[in-house]
């Protein structure tokens, strides 16, 4: 079957660093997504991984390593409007969106 | 990034009564949009897959009949709940993307609420 794995909650400290993890087992890959959703709101779009190693968006840092089914993602100097779910999806061979559960991030003072 | 509308974003209806969602895709063509619901504290579920001009791909456990979806062109997909009841109440949020781009990222509608009361 198809999975994807991340921590169900994390809590971090504002203008600190947290690594978000996410291992997936899937049939076939086109890319992984991390979204970033508010309670009660959409999801909206913050990386997209392809290809092996790291790209740089900001704040906002995701790794991927397909040989290891890894991916992660990096929130540097963490502000208050961090805190929301973090979400991992895998594009599968039918590209088909995998979604994993979602990584609840709390973010404390 | 691309938009894509969603309406309404929030909607009370009464039990037995049919709520269309539309999901508008507003500058760029959706050849496939993606329907999910997502119920509190629970990651989005996958509903059904459209692509235009032919019939919706339900995920097993989603019944046809009482959720339709209409893909009628490239930038219009709608969902319609009907004779809907109370454990109908969800959040439902749509997706598209275009896979004739490079670009594969699955844009996302605002939500709709729905309430059956």
């Known amino acids: 079957g198809q999975n994807i794995d991340q921590p169900t909650e994390m809590t971090a400290t504002e203008g600190a660093i947290v690594q978000i993890n996410c291992t997936y087992q899937?049939?076939?890959?086109?890319?992984l997504f991390w979204y970033q959703q508010h309670a009660g709101e959409a999801p909206t779009f913050l990386s997209y991984?392809?290809l092996d190693g790291l790209e740089e968006k900001g704040r906002f840092s995701s790794f991927l390593s397909r040989s290891k089914g890894y991916s992660y993602l990096l929130l540097k100097e963490l502000q208050m409007k961090d805190s929301a779910s973090y979400l991992c999806?895998?594009?599968?061979?039918?590209?088909?969106?995998?979604w994993g559960a979602g990584t609840k991030l709390i973010i404390k003072p | 990034g691309a938009v894509v509308s969603q309406h309404p974003s929030r909607v009370i209806c009464k039990s037995g009564t049919s709520v269309k969602i539309e999901c508008r895709s507003l500058?760029?063509?959706?050849?496939?949009m993606f329907w999910y619901r997502q119920f509190p504290k629970k990651s989005l579920m996958l509903m059904a897959t459209?692509?235009?001009?032919?019939?919706?791909?339900?995920e097993q456990g989603v019944e046809k009949d009482k959720f339709l979806i209409n893909h009628a062109s490239l930038t219009l997909s709608t969902l319609t709940v009907t004779s809907a009841h109370p454990e109908d109440s969800s959040f439902y949020i749509c997706?598209?993307?275009?896979?004739?781009?490079?670009?594969?990222?699955?844009?996302f509608g605002q939500g709709t609420r729905l309430t059956v009361v």
């Open positions: 459209s692509n235009e001009g032919s019939k919706a791909t339900y």
């Open positions: 899937t049939s076939g890959f086109n890319g």
């Open positions: 997706s598209a993307r275009d896979y004739r781009g490079s670009d594969t990222e699955a844009f």
């Open positions: 500058d760029f063509q959706a050849t496939t």
């Open positions: 991984n392809v």
């Open positions: 999806a895998v594009t599968d061979s039918n590209y088909q969106l995998i």
